[in-house]
């Protein structure tokens, strides 16, 4: 464990090259907060975290920046409480005051609300299909051979599937199909929804096979919205970097897969190569679950360097992703 003083000046280097991306000498930490003396002792200081681990030289002659230990050592033990501005928290407020139609759009423009109050790359999860509850179901004809099933989720998500109908069917077959669907379907699991029990009429029953099996087709894989990757581009002056990272940001299935391993691990913040995914080991991950009366819903995240705002971060992540499981559980 570091002492107090070596405690103070890792703390001032992280904080001082957040803010100016170049390496901090002595002369930039000796009058920080809790550290007060000269500069030749805080270059002895820098020279023993450098030792430990927490601090590095890119150049000779050069200051120091924080290794990614240095940086946890700051997320886990010197980070203070964030907290958004009075400016960032009204836009919040006023952009889930004013959010309505459907998911996909409402987790999009959250991307969008995330990359604007970060300026880093957002990364928003939606729910998974086949998990969430039915609560409505409904078959609309569209011509008379074609129809489309339409059924709205717990999770907040609205899908619709196309059936072809072997035979002319009425108005009145596709309602009775629907109150059937309705009265045995609504309640239950998307996935776990195999067959509806027989209604007395052959018809409405064949009816209700092709719509859940139409349901059944649904991509259960979750939704994921990622805005501002040319944000954290900017972060980056090598070329190689930037390149490796926007490739990696237009995977969607790696970014769903580290955002859940992230989530998983019971971490917060993954830092460098804490997260494992090779082509992002220059950037930290920011995490939030999004939870509706103790389901996880979906996960919200940003995505920067790792001299990242960790405490302006952690804070935004928070916030938005409370009021996005806010929004999502009032439907």
Request: aromatic letters at 4%; glycine letters at 8%; one cysteine or more.
């Amino acid at each position: 464990m570091l002492d107090e003083r070596k405690t103070a000046i890792l703390r001032a280097v992280v904080q001082e090259y957040i803010t100016t991306a170049q390496p901090v000498g002595s002369t930039h930490v000796s009058d920080a907060p809790g550290v007060h003396v000269s500069s030749a002792t805080v270059r002895n200081d820098m020279a023993v975290l450098e030792t430990e681990g927490y601090l590095v030289q890119p150049h000779t002659s050069a200051g120091r920046i924080p290794t990614d230990k240095g940086y946890r050592f700051f997320v886990d033990h010197l980070t203070p409480a964030g907290r958004l501005d009075e400016a960032a928290t009204q836009q919040v407020g006023e952009f889930f005051g004013r959010a309505h139609g459907r998911l996909e759009e409402l987790l999009s423009q959250t991307t969008d609300l995330l990359a604007h109050l970060t300026r880093y790359a957002a990364v928003v999860v939606g729910p998974e299909a086949q998990s969430a509850v039915v609560r409505s179901i409904q078959i609309v004809g569209l011509s008379p051979r074609t129809a489309t099933v339409v059924a709205v989720l717990s999770n907040g998500r609205v899908e619709n599937q196309t059936i072809e109908l072997d035979s002319e069917l009425t108005d009145v077959t596709l309602a009775a199909a629907t109150v059937h669907l309705q009265r045995t379907a609504a309640g239950n699991p998307l996935g776990s929804m195999v067959e509806a029990p027989a209604s007395g009429d052959l018809t409405v029953d064949k009816l209700c096979e092709q719509a859940l099996k139409a349901l059944h087709r649904v991509d259960d894989n979750a939704a994921v919205y990622v805005g501002g990757a040319a944000s954290v581009a900017n972060a980056f002056d090598a070329v190689d970097i930037v390149r490796s990272v926007l490739t990696t940001l237009e995977q969607q299935y790696v970014v769903v897969s580290l955002v859940r391993d992230v989530i998983d691990r019971g971490l917060t913040v993954a830092i460098g190569a804490e997260h494992g995914l090779e082509p992002l080991f220059s950037c930290s991950v920011v995490v939030k679950s999004v939870t509706v009366e103790g389901e996880r819903l979906g996960t919200v995240g940003v995505l920067g360097p790792t001299r990242m705002n960790y405490p302006q971060a952690l804070a935004t992540v928070d916030v938005v992703s409370d009021r996005l499981g806010r929004r999502l559980a009032e439907g």
